[in-house]
C-alpha cells in the first residue's frame, strides 16, 4: 500500500548575478549566487488509497512538487518519505528518445522501473491495446503527436498497478475518448487501493477523481480540504486577482487619456 510523508518540503534553484559566477564558486570563491525559492515549508500525508489533487495557478510550484514526489528531482530541505512503488506521468515525452520506436522506449521505460525484459514482453499486448496507436508502435517517437505521446506514456505508466500513481497535467493534451478511458483505469487502480497525486486545472477532473484537494499559491500550500471547499475558495482568489488586473488596465488607460487631453488642451 502506498503512503506519503512530506516534511517542511523546500526547493530552492541558484540564481547567479554574474556569467561567470558558477565557475568561480567551483575555485572556492564566496557564493556567487541568490536563493530562488519556488516551494517552501510544504507539509501533508496521504494515507493509501486517497486520491488527492493539486491545484493552482500557473508556476506556483505544483510541478516541481510532483517531480520532489516521484524523486526525479531533489529537495533543497524537508523530506519526501513513501512507502510501495511510485509511477509518475510528468511532463509529456519525459524519457523518451526521439530517434527510438515506441517499442524501443517501452523497454526502456520499464526497466527504468526495474521490470526485466521478460516481464516487460509479457506486458508488451496490453499496452500495445490500451494505448491505440496501431503502427506507430514500431516507428520513431519524433513521429509522433503530442496525443500520442501522452497514450504511449500513460500506458506504460499503468502497465503495472502502482502503489502510488503520480499524474501531472500532460493527461489534458489528450483527446477526449483517452482522457475519459485513462480516468476510468484510475478509478479502478484506487479502488484496489492505488494512492493518487493529480495535477490538472480543470476542476471537473479534480471533483471526479479527488476525495481531497490542495491549493498551492507561490510555493506555499494555502489550503487543505474537500476538492469543492478548496477549489471555491481558488475561483475566489482568481476573480480577485483579475479584478484588480482590471482596475490597474482601467487607471493606466484614464491616465494616458487624461495625458492626451491635457497635452491638447496645452496646444
Not at 541558484?14 to 517552501?40: D, I, N
Not at 490597474?248 to 491638447?264: F, K, L, M, P
Request: charged letters at 20%; hydrophobic letters at 40%; one cysteine or more.
Amino acid at each position: 500500500m502506498g503512503t506519503l510523508r512530506i516534511r517542511s518540503l523546500g526547493k530552492a534553484y541558484k540564481r547567479y548575478t554574474r556569467k561567470w559566477g558558477r565557475l568561480a564558486e567551483w575555485f572556492g570563491a564566496p557564493p556567487q549566487h541568490q536563493r530562488r525559492w519556488v516551494l517552501r515549508n510544504i507539509s501533508f500525508d496521504v494515507e493509501p488509497g486517497e486520491a488527492v489533487g493539486i491545484i493552482g495557478s500557473n508556476g506556483a510550484g505544483k510541478s516541481t512538487l510532483l517531480k520532489l514526489i516521484a524523486g526525479t528531482t531533489q529537495p533543497t530541505e524537508g523530506a519526501v518519505t513513501t512507502t510501495g512503488n511510485v509511477s509518475a506521468l510528468l511532463e509529456l515525452g519525459i524519457g523518451f528518445h526521439p530517434d527510438f520506436t515506441g517499442r524501443e522506449n517501452v523497454y526502456m521505460a520499464g526497466s527504468i522501473r526495474g521490470l526485466p525484459p521478460d516481464v516487460i514482453s509479457g506486458l508488451m499486448a496490453d499496452i500495445e491495446e490500451f494505448a491505440e496507436i496501431g503502427d506507430y508502435l514500431d516507428q520513431p517517437i519524433r513521429t509522433y503527436s503530442s496525443g500520442m505521446h501522452v497514450r504511449l506514456a500513460f500506458s506504460i505508466a499503468t502497465a503495472v498497478r502502482p502503489d502510488i500513481l503520480v499524474v501531472d497535467e500532460a493527461l489534458s493534451v489528450g483527446d477526449a475518448y483517452f482522457m475519459h478511458k485513462s480516468f476510468e483505469r484510475i478509478r479502478q487502480f484506487r479502488n484496489q487501493g492505488t494512492t493518487l497525486l493529480f495535477v490538472s486545472h480543470n476542476p471537473g477532473a479534480v471533483k471526479t477523481l479527488c476525495d481531497r484537494c490542495i491549493l498551492i499559491d507561490h510555493g506555499e500550500a494555502l489550503r487543505d480540504g474537500p476538492p469543492d471547499a478548496v477549489l471555491d475558495y481558488y475561483n475566489a482568489m482568481v476573480a480577485v486577482q483579475q479584478a484588480d488586473l482590471a482596475i490597474r488596465q482601467t487607471e493606466r488607460e484614464t491616465g494616458q487619456w487624461i495625458t492626451r487631453s491635457g497635452s491638447s488642451a496645452a496646444l
